[in-house]
């Protein structure tokens, strides 16, 4: 049986938890309620496992949730002061007339409707009390002689006239006096047309809405849409399950047409469909009416809980109706938001999404990584060879007579960019092997776009002309000697593509008299690819092209030159700027946010709540090592000059191996790169070592890129050898850090009991982006506050990291080991331990000798898995898992039992007493926060 749920008050907000919380979400929702009542910004690390989710949702929801009933109890008062006598001069007598035919105890606008309960006792029943008059819809009689009433002057207020009625009366009421007093049927008084204070029932509706929208909307974004997945089913469980929602994705993931399913490219399929450019048109967005309103998709439909993607594919294939364009229009009345957090950081997709974040909430779950993305966002590479297409599909337009006076300025700037690129090939020097490159910073490209006509003043002018050519337009021409309306032809969706983005970059460059211009580097660059080029036909004396049928034409590897300027963006504050000056509260959560130092002076936006929560987890239910040699005893140090030798690829094979044999089903080994994954590997196959490691598990690699399916496919396989083992003991999976495993990806119980992490994953600092950044870090490190270059790039190392550990230890009750392969976490722990998540760092431990952390490991191993076989299952955890005993153990600090367990009676009462409690005030701790050991918060009252 489920936990009842239970109610918080946090902050003045009544929080409806589905369960009993733990220390670490009562920590978490009282520093989110704070920052949206101060509408500041929150940095939040919570480990994963913790109940973030849930967290997050529950109390931005209940305190979205306040805000409408504060505002519904705001008009009410307001109304119940009284509405305004008539003031028309026509109406002398208006006062006393309505007094005369109603009680003033009556009022419409000022009399309280009584609140009733259903009672057995006659005398408090309401059929019992004496009779009160009461507001009736008005009956058909009423409705059918409502043109009547209106020539007559009359308005029934609680009936909404039709749109052409009503402007058919105001066009009289115009022309004609009044000479009717407005006198409601039920008693109540309706002031005239001509007065001031009249408004119709459509005004109504307009005050109605314009008053939802001052409550702001939710924006959740998480990283990838199978974490929307989770937090969908996060809100099922929910009370506010009911809320009006919407994701938004891709059409990949929702279009519902057969034949754009099919395309290679359905965003450019989808669109030929709208525009109907081959006689077709999509019958399938011409039926999105069907299933865009809140209320029509959860009483007709059948989402009245959270839905996923899927729920709403399923419903547009039902109903032949675009689910893409279902979810866009559903945006309008959600409170709440869900998706992928680059549409929310990327101008060109908010644009192209139209989502506006003025005064909203923005949540950014998994937000560990977000100030690469934001660089990113702002960043943009143009290839040389689509700058030339561009040139002459300008050309043609201009050639053929097209929008002439729009085209040209876009083709001249097309073609002086051409013209600097071909005459800077000159400047670039070599950088590494069969690459050069010349950097100009972002004020140099300024001065030079300026000697090339292209100031702030011109791209005003060329933003202009690109809208208009985007705009559809239609022409009456002669076609076959007729005259036809024929609509006139636009630009190609990949030259829209080019210009927009090349515009979105050039507009920072010069925002505000080029204030961002010192946060980029320009850089042209050359380098050489292989591709496949197939050999041209040629033909035969006659001049005929034939080739047999058994023979295919033949396709030759071809290196070929790669020319590219690109706009590098080294400060994320460039575009999460516009975030944080227009929103009301910024909410960046992750279970990795750790070294958190960095986060306020990259992204240019204070964080004045921060927290740091402690893990939920008993201390026996994880193991934590530190390994500086392997089986033979040599020192493993996982530097690039150690990891190319074979004793350290031997070692590591070896340590590995021994894992495999303390610990069961499954085991997780991240590397820190797709280079040194595949030297092992054949180091191990050579060795034999790799097929050692086969008898004992499934050893399964991560792939360097690949299509989606064939992933999901790979680790199918993975949870398949764990779950059906046969002759095996579960299964071994090598990846990368930063890779798709080691992202977001959910490894509960069997499917992680250990992670291995081989070496520190620096970036690569070699990499022309990484050695420009920490460059542009250590030139304004004092001005702006930024990290030091080093220390940035100690950071990214340590997110990787710490992002890579995650993926042990998923809930509460589960249990797993963390095995950290370097000798320089034990050899320098004040540098190389300090960077590490707040619950790792607590719990790390050095081991001396490889033979003792395995025997303490195995040791870890045997426990737990007894402690699995005696006690299978005797509760359940809020996600459904199996709780053990070592779960019952205290947490770290934080109280002891099952936080989502049914609430026995002394804790009901408990829970109950809070409800009582005195709101807190700005500077005093919630009663119900007390006792928080473990959860540390900066800029809030937790300490």
Known sequence: MAAPPVEYTIGGVKIQFPCKAYPSQLAMMNSIVRGLNHSQHCLLESPTGSGKSLALLCSALAWQQAQYGRRKTQAVSKESEGATPCQCKLHPDFASLSDTLVPKTESFVSAPLPQTSVSPDPEKDDDFQPDRKRLRTPSSDQKSSKRKCMNRGIVFIDDDPDEEDLTQVNRRWTMESCTTHGILLSGSRVPCLLCPCSGSSADVKQKEKEAKKKVPKIFFGTRTHKQIAQIAHELKRTLYSGVPMTILSSRDHTCVHPEVQRHSNRNERCKELLESKDGKSC????????????????????????????????????????????????????????????????????????????????????????????????????????????????????????????????????????????????????????????????????????????????????????????????????????????????????????????????????????????????????????????????????????????????????????????????????????????????????????????????????????????????????????????????????????????????????????????????????????????????????????????????????PRGGAKGDFDELLQRYYDAIQHPGERDGALLIAVCRGKVSEGLDFTDDNARAVVTIGIPFPNIKGHQVELKMKYNDQHCKSRGLLPGNRWYEIQAYRALNQALGRCIRHKNDWGALILVDDRFRNNPNKYITGLSKWVRQLVRHHDTFNGAMQSLAAFSHFQQGAEATHGSVLQSPSGFKQHPASQQSPLGLGDGPACAPLSASAKHEDRSHKNTKPPQSSTVDPIMSGMAGASVRGGELH
């Open 283 to 702: 019958s399938y967005y011409h039926s999105v009416h069907r299933m865009r309103d809140q209320a029509v998709l959860q009483g007709v439909h059948g989402l009245n809980q959270a839905w996923d993607v899927e729920d709403l594919v399923r419903v547009g294939k039902r109903i032949r109706a675009c689910s893409y364009y279902a979810a866009r229009e559903l945006m309008q009345d959600a409170r709440i938001v869900f998706c992928p957090y680059n549409y929310l950081l990327d101008p060109l997709i908010r644009e192209s999404m139209e989502i506006n974040l003025a005064g909203q909430i923005v949540v950014l779950d998994e937000a560990h990584n977000i100030e690469d993305c934001a660089r990113e966002t702002a960043s943009y590479t143009l290839d040389n060879n689509l700058l030339k297409m561009a040139k002459d599909e300008l050309d043609g337009m201009v050639s053929h007579n097209i929008r002439q006076s729009e085209h040209m300025p876009l083709r001249n700037f097309c073609a002086s960019l051409g013209n600097w690129i071909h005459e800077s090939k000159s400047l670039m020097s070599e950088r590494g092997f069969e690459t050069s490159c010349k950097v100009w910073t972002g004020k140099e490209v300024v001065g030079i776009f300026h000697g090339l006509g292209i100031t702030a003043a011109t791209f005003g002018m060329l933003q202009k002309n690109l809208a208009a050519v985007l705009d559809k337009e239609e022409r009456v021409g002669l076609v076959n000697g007729r005259e036809e309306t024929v609509t006139v032809p636009t630009i190609s969706a990949v030259l829209i593509s080019v210009l927009k983005s090349l515009f979105m970059v050039l507009d920072y460059l010069f925002r505000e008299h080029s204030r961002f211009a010192e946060d980029y580097r320009v850089v042209l660059q050359e380098s050489f690819t292989w591709t496949n080029q197939v050999e041209p036909d040629v033909p035969d004396n006659h001049g005929f092209f034939a080739r047999p049928r058994a023979r295919r034409r033949q396709s030759a590897r071809v290196k070929a030159a790669v020319l590219t300027l690109n706009f590098w963006c080294l400060n994320p504050a460039v575009s999460f700027l516009d975030l944080g000056q227009s929103v009301r509260t910024i909410v960046l959560t992750s279970g990795t946010l750790s070294p958190m130092g960095s986060f306020s002076s990259e992204l240019g936006v204070k964080f004045a709540i921060q927290l740091e929560a402690s893990h939920v987890i008993a201390k026996s239910q994880v193991w934590v090592g530190t390994i500086g040699s392997g089986p033979q005893g040599k020192k493993l140090l996982a530097t690039f000059q150690h990891t190319e030798t074979f004793t350290f690829q031997d070692e590591v094979g070896g340590l590995l191996l021994n894992v495999c044999h303390a610990v069961s089903k499954g085991v997780l080994c991240f590397l820190a790169s797709y280079k040194m994954l595949e030297k092992l590997r054949d180091r191990w196959i050579n060795t034999g070592l790799w097929e050692k490691m086969e008898e004992r598990k499934t050893v399964i690699t991560e």
